[in-house]
């Protein structure tokens, strides 16, 4: 069955280090979100990505952040000088179509800042 | 205000019994989209049930049934014969809206902990 992954599944970085996260979503869909987890907390969106540009973002979205999808495969996230509270599992999704289609999560990418 | 609100943050029951765990939602939109996600520890979200504003029929999957009010605007999820195995984070989420990919709405989620 197809799925979405993720890589890395944990990253480590330093204060003001650029990190960029890595998904491969479902091959037939459009659609490309990031959400992210604070430990503990409920999941947040962060954006929604369609024919290659943004759809919506959230206000943790902030110039710190950016989205890509460089090829017919990947879809990306950066965070360009990680801060503390970045720190948190960063889940990919992919949705066929809109209008509700339930969108497929990754298995997340935990993201420790130090 | 709350969009998606999960009132049970914790629930432990023994294995064999049944729980509900409660989801009510607000939204504006006559046309909305309602989920369940469940997070076992390991942490991945997997996807449970999607229902649309308009179609109030209540869903059965194995141990799993789901009962939608509108008129409550809840949508609460039970498990019958709970088992071990159950045990994870529940997420209710709320998707508005009839155009485009519009993101989900988590509630804080439901832990529940299923105990031999």
């Known amino acids: 069955e197809p799925e979405v992954t993720q890589t890395p599944s944990h990253q480590v970085t330093q204060m003001g280090q650029e990190v960029i996260l890595r998904c491969v979503p479902i091959?037939?869909?459009?659609?490309f979100y990031w959400y992210r987890q604070i430990l503990g907390q409920k999941v947040e969106f962060l954006v929604s990505?369609?024919?290659?540009?943004?759809?919506?973002k959230s206000e943790i979205f902030d110039d710190q952040f950016s989205v890509e999808r460089p090829d017919g495969s990947n879809f990306t996230l950066k965070i360009r000088s990680t801060k503390l509270e970045d720190s948190a599992m960063y889940f990919c999704?992919?949705?066929?179509?809109?209008?509700?289609?339930?969108?497929?999560f990754g298995p997340g990418t935990r993201l420790t800042v130090t | 205000a709350q969009k998606v609100t999960q009132a049970q943050t914790e629930i432990s029951v023994v294995e064999k019994e049944d729980v509900t765990l409660d989801c009510v939602y607000e939204t504006r939109d006559t046309t909305y989209y309602l989920f369940w996600y469940k997070q076992p520890p390991s942490g991945e979200l997997v996807f449970l049930i999607r229902?649309?504003?308009?179609?109030?029929q209540n869903e059965i999957s194995g141990r799993y049934s789901w009962n939608f009010q509108k008129s409550t605007s809840s949508f609460n999820f039970t498990i019958t014969a709970s088992q071990v195995v159950d045990s994870a984070v529940y997420f209710c989420?709320?998707?508005?809206?009839?155009?485009?990919?519009?993101?989900?709405?988590f509630g804080k989620g439901t832990r529940l902990s299923v105990i031999a």
């Open positions: 229902r649309n504003s308009f179609d109030e």
């Open positions: 091959s037939n869909h459009l659609y």
């Open positions: 999704a992919s949705s066929e179509w809109d209008r509700g289609y339930e969108q497929y």
């Open positions: 989420a709320l998707s508005e809206g009839d155009s485009g990919n519009t993101p989900l709405v």
């Open positions: 990505f369609y024919n290659n540009e943004i759809s919506e």
